[in-house]
T-cell receptor, first 115, second 116 residues
Framework: DSGVTQTPKHLITATGQRVTLRCSPR?????VYWYQQSLDQGLQFLIQ???????AKGNILERFSAQQFPDLHSELNLSSLELGDSALYFC??????????????FGPGTRLTVL | AQSVTQPDIHITVSEGASLELRCNYS??????LFWYVQSPGQGLQLLLK??????LVQGIKGFEAEFKRSQSSFNLRKPSVHWSDAAEYFC??????????????FGKGTKLSVKP
């Protein structure tokens, strides 16, 4: 158990809908990262927050957004869902923002299925 | 742009045999290097990491990896594989220069099957 929790574990929804994925980082970690894992794209970095502020953006679609709240949990919002958004979404957390020397601990993921 | 290549999509080894999973990276300097393992239905667990210093890095579960700058490689090894090692293994890099935000760049993964 990494100490990172993600809810829900599974999510099934229809095209055009909007969903929210939630992540609670390990106690004491200030950074939260979101990654998407799909069969065709592999594991891709989406976005990073540090202590409530956006630090870095990767290949995140405009239909997707995230935020980190004062209690440090984070939410990833996916809207106007398409079939291609079906994937496993991971959250990771680390103590600091640099990430390179700071180990990222991954949650168990949320499996999103868009029908 | 940085990239990571894991040339082997799927490898099968017999239990007790040795294992080497290959990883090559593309980056202007020496990046930070990581190996993660993902068991079915699980998240990613860090096996080991390399930042600097000794090029042979020891990790958990009996794994080790060797950084070879001349070959831009960071191959993962284990002398004797156990059935419980069956999983998918991911090599990842994080930039070490340029005010890195620290996001990881992953390879496509190598799926390891273990024969009894």
């Amino acid at each position: 158990d990494s100490g990172v929790t993600q809810t829900p574990k599974h999510l099934i929804t229809a095209t055009g809908q909007r969903v929210t994925l939630r992540c609670s980082p390990r106690s004491g970690d200030l950074s939260v990262y979101w990654y998407q894992q799909s069969l065709d794209q592999g594991l891709q970095f989406l976005i990073q927050y540090y202590n409530g502020e956006e630090r870095a953006k990767g290949n995140i679609l405009e239909r997707f957004s995230a935020q980190q709240f004062p209690d440090l949990h984070s939410e990833l919002n996916l809207s106007s869902l398409e079939l291609g958004d079906s994937a496993l979404y991971f959250c990771a957390s680390s103590v600091d923002w640099t990430g390179g020397t700071d180990t990222q601990y991954f949650g168990p993921g949320t499996r999103l299925t868009v029908l | 742009a940085q990239s990571v290549t894991q040339p082997d999509i799927h490898i099968t080894v017999s239990e007790g045999a040795s294992l080497e999973l290959r990883c090559n990276y593309s980056y202007g300097a020496t990046p930070y290097l990581f190996w993660y393992v993902q068991s079915p239905g699980q998240g990613l667990q860090l096996l080991l990491k390399y930042f600097s210093g000794d090029t042979l890095v020891q990790g958990i579960k009996g794994f080790e990896a060797e950084f070879k700058r001349s070959q831009s490689s960071f191959n993962l090894r284990k002398p004797s594989v156990h059935w419980s090692d069956a999983a998918e293994y991911f090599c990842a890099v994080a930039p070490s220069q340029g005010g890195s935000q620290g996001n990881l760049i992953f390879g496509k993964g190598t799926k390891l099957s273990v024969k009894p």
